[in-house]
């Protein structure tokens, strides 16, 4: 059949016509005809093969412009400084694990890579020493592999002072930061992923705005300090670890203003901060629904926890094993934290409970020697150890924690907008179920949240 019939043919079926494929040489020429700096608009079509750049030069993909690897190595190489890549559709990397192949990898600093689709790579967008470069607005999802097998969506390597906001990222491992400093990571959606936002060893970062939904874990910083995560949402993270947000090792950490709901973990602390001198500081975070609202190692010291609101989990506060978190501060200028299963008084009514909230279970206290008792967790078994524990004192343990002011109703919660295609309507739902339960707590959503007090409380 002629080529004419065949588009005659996709009219009458009401079916586009396909695009027409091109050696990957037709865009290199194009590249080879520009001048530094210059413009380069991509045709319609598919490009097969693979594409190195080694000129400063902006690649604009019109509507329909699609590089196609051919399922063999990295699909675009960008080897010069100053190259932008925006608008292009980008598939079809090689599979083979030891040569990490990528949609786009960029080995060269300034680049701008933004508004691109990537989707069937083993790797996403992967940068190395490419420090000063911004990746805006792009949408990738990785192979569809098991888990173990798929690469990460996007991976920054001894990349400095980059931007990194408005992608999505869907069905990849991690969004992984290896070595990078001075990094701006902002309004991203990570889902069905690994570990959602992922850092080693990189510094004086600021995260805000992301939404983590449905991965193994939300973020989860190792030996990395002076991070501050800002209106943060993490949600359903159920894996064997299940983290909301997971500290180890990190110094001089600020949370403030996330949401961390309905994860196995709300917040995980091992061994952070970890230096002489430095602190951790979590404030006016919603921490709700989770298995444990705050998991923390025994060695875990100097954190300030103060004005959070621990709403309906299943337990409030665990230590991962034998000890006690009472090396930490639960309160600070007088303002404690708000815990939904606190059940002191306030007498006096400037919003403080008379009396300090000191949780103390002897199931869970079990349940964090023995894990496997996880199974009795709501049966008669755990409802007849805390019986016991009510009616022979001498069994209590010490309480995990101790909040000498805790607040006596729930404070304001300011959180950031969702995201259009986000989780807003879960957000809703999950506000209205707190509002419900708590018979009083105050979720607005906005841009940066400010210093609330307690309804009520002191100023």
């Not at 608008?87 to 694990?97: A, K, P, Y």
């Not at 995980?268 to 298995?291: C, K, L």
């Not at 008669?380 to 006596?408: G, H, M, N, W, Y």
Request: contains cysteine; charged residues 20%; glycine residues 10%.
């Amino acid at each position: 059949m002629r080529r004419g019939a065949v588009a005659i043919l996709f009219v009458l079926l009401g079916a586009a016509a396909p695009l027409a494929a091109h050696p990957m040489s037709d865009i290199e020429a194009l590249i080879d005809a520009a001048e530094p700096g210059g413009v380069v608009l991509i045709p319609p079509g598919v490009y097969e093969g693979n594409l190195v750049i080694d000129k400063p030069v902006v690649l604009d993909g019109q509507e329909g412009a699609i590089f196609d690897g051919m399922e063999s190595g990295t699909v675009v190489e960008v080897l010069a400084e100053g190259v932008t890549i925006r608008g292009c559709t980008i598939r079809g990397s090689g599979e083979n694990v030891t040569a990490e192949p990528a949609g786009i990898r960029v080995l060269a600093g300034h680049a701008v890579i933004e508004s691109n689709t990537i989707k069937d790579s083993l790797f996403g967008i992967d940068l190395r020493q490419a420090s000063d470069s911004v990746i805006r607005g792009n949408r990738i999802a990785c192979k569809n592999f098991e888990p173990a097998r798929r690469g990460d969506g996007l991976r920054l390597w001894w990349s400095h002072n980059c931007t990194v906001e408005d992608n999505t990222v869907l069905s990849s491992r991690d969004m992984v930061f290896w070595y990078s400093e001075n990094l701006h990571i902002t309004r991203n959606t990570v889902k069905d992923s690994r570990y959602g936002l992922h850092f080693m060893y990189s510094h004086d970062t600021v995260l805000e705005g992301n939404e983590l939904t449905g991965n193994s874990v939300g973020i989860y910083l190792m030996y990395s300090n002076r991070i501050t995560l800002i209106n943060n949402r993490m949600l359903s993270h159920r894996g064997a670890s299940g983290y909301g947000i997971g500290l180890k090792d990190c110094d001089d950490i600020v949370v403030r203003g996330n949401a961390l709901l309905a994860n196995r973990v709300g917040m995980y602390i091992d061994n952070s901060p970890s230096s002489i001198g430095a602190t951790g500081t979590v404030e006016q975070n919603m921490i709700a629904f989770n298995e444990v609202g705050l998991l923390a190692t025994p060695n875990t010291h100097e954190n300030v926890f103060t004005r959070n609101a621990f709403m309906e989990n299943e337990e409030p506060a665990e230590s991962n094993g034998r000890g006690r978190l009472t090396r930490n501060s639960f309160s600070r200028d007088g303002f404690g934290n708000y815990w939904s299963d606190y059940t002191g008084f306030d007498l006096d009514g400037d919003g403080i409970g008379d009396v300090a909230y000191e949780p103390r279970s002897l199931f869970h206290e079990m349940l964090a020697v023995e894990p496997n008792l996880r199974l009795f967790v709501h049966s008669p078994a755990q409802q007849a150890i805390e019986f016991t524990a009510r009616a022979l004192p001498e069994l209590q343990p010490k309480s995990v924690l101790v909040d000498p002011a805790p607040l006596a109703r729930p404070p304001e919660i300011k959180l950031a907008s969702p995201p259009a295609d986000g989780a807003a309507p879960v957000m809703a739902s999950l506000a209205a179920g707190l509002l419900l339960a708590s018979g009083g707590l105050t979720v607005v959503f906005g841009r940066s949240p400010g210093i609330p007090v307690a309804p009520g409380g002191r100023e």
